[in-house]
């Protein structure tokens, strides 16, 4: 496998995530939003470099072979915390690394229950029905979801 690493948020500019965040691929598995700029790009940036230092969260920029291929993190989410992903779709084959990753940080954050919503684009994962303990179909923001209950690795 490439070389997956977890590196700062700033070690990328507003930029290099505008191009990542902007890739139509990627945007059709995102809530409906327009496309970033270089102001809401480092806006965007930013709230979640905020985010990472909130108690309970962890998010991180995803690179491989030095090169930004995405983030990844845990987050709050309303009463909850949840687990987030967005991957170039050239790397979308790491899944399963980035979920033990995403699990293993909870775990080390103290959550005893994490949520991992997907967009109703995407398709059914047999993987994650056996990893949750419970799967639920729901409505986030006027969008469709299933949201996998899972447990972190302790």
């Given at each position: 496998m490439s070389?997956?690493?977890?590196?700062?948020?700033?070690h990328f500019d507003a930029d290099a995530w505008?191009?990542?965040?902007n890739q139509d691929r990627v945007r059709s598995h995102l809530m409906a939003h327009p496309r970033f700029d270089r102001a809401s790009a480092a806006q965007w940036l930013q709230a979640k470099?905020?985010?990472?230092t909130q108690p309970g969260c962890r998010v991180r920029a995803v690179t491989m072979n030095d090169r930004l291929v995405?983030?990844?993190g845990v987050q709050a989410e309303g009463d909850h915390f949840e687990l987030a992903a967005v991957i170039d779709p050239a790397c979308w084959g790491v899944g399963r690394t980035l979920l033990r990753q995403l699990l293993a940080w909870a775990g080390e954050l103290g959550h005893q229950e994490v949520a991992l919503h997907l967009l109703h684009t995407r398709r059914?994962?047999?993987?994650?029905?056996?990893?949750?303990?419970?799967?639920?179909?729901?409505?986030?923001?006027g969008d469709d979801f299933t949201t996998?209950?899972?447990a972190p690795i302790q």
């Open positions: 070389d997956l690493r977890f590196v700062a948020l700033d505008m191009g990542l965040l470099i905020h985010l990472d995405g983030w990844c059914r994962y047999r993987y994650l029905e056996r990893l949750a303990h419970r799967v639920e179909h729901n409505q986030l923001l996998y209950w899972l």
